[in-house]
């Protein structure tokens, strides 16, 4: 997928990234995140969990559209096994490396990043679930 007027980037310069804004009354605000598109090329070159199996895991009952009917009991009360509809998906974290260093004689810079359901799908290029 190409995103159209998104010029390439590397990690370190998003990672360099001022995140402060200037208030109108000139006071200097951090901010804890931009929210931009960027467009990379990264290589993967580690993974988490570290056994590929457990790249899935079991829904949790908000995670497949399930409401709690039993009168009160929470999320973490609720048998997983006791669900009509066992559902597994996809959440792992990936270390991402820039492919070029974005400056000469310096290691190239690094960013772990979750990769939940829905992206690994798109990653993947699957439309089901973890199951299959």
């Not at 009917?69 to 820039?98: H, Y």
């Not at 400056?103 to 810079?109: I, K, V």
Request: hydrophobic fraction near 40%; proline fraction near 5%.
């Amino acid at each position: 997928m190409h995103i159209s007027g998104v010029d390439m980037s590397t990690l370190g310069e998003i990672q360099s990234r001022n995140y402060t804004y200037n208030s109108k009354s000139g006071q200097e605000l951090a901010l804890p995140f931009l929210n931009v598109r960027n467009r990379v090329r990264v290589r993967v070159v580690d993974f988490w969990p570290p056994a590929l199996e457990d790249f899935a895991k079991l829904a949790q009952p908000n995670e497949i559209g399930k409401t709690l009917e039993d009168g009160g009991a929470s999320e973490c009360d609720t048998d997983m096994l006791s669900l009509p509809s066992q559902r597994w998906v996809w959440d792992f974290f990936l270390l991402l490396e820039d492919i070029k260093s974005h400056r000469a004689g310096h290691s190239p810079a690094q960013q772990w990043v979750h990769v939940n359901h829905t992206y690994a799908e798109f990653l993947i290029g699957m439309e089901e679930d973890a199951t299959e």
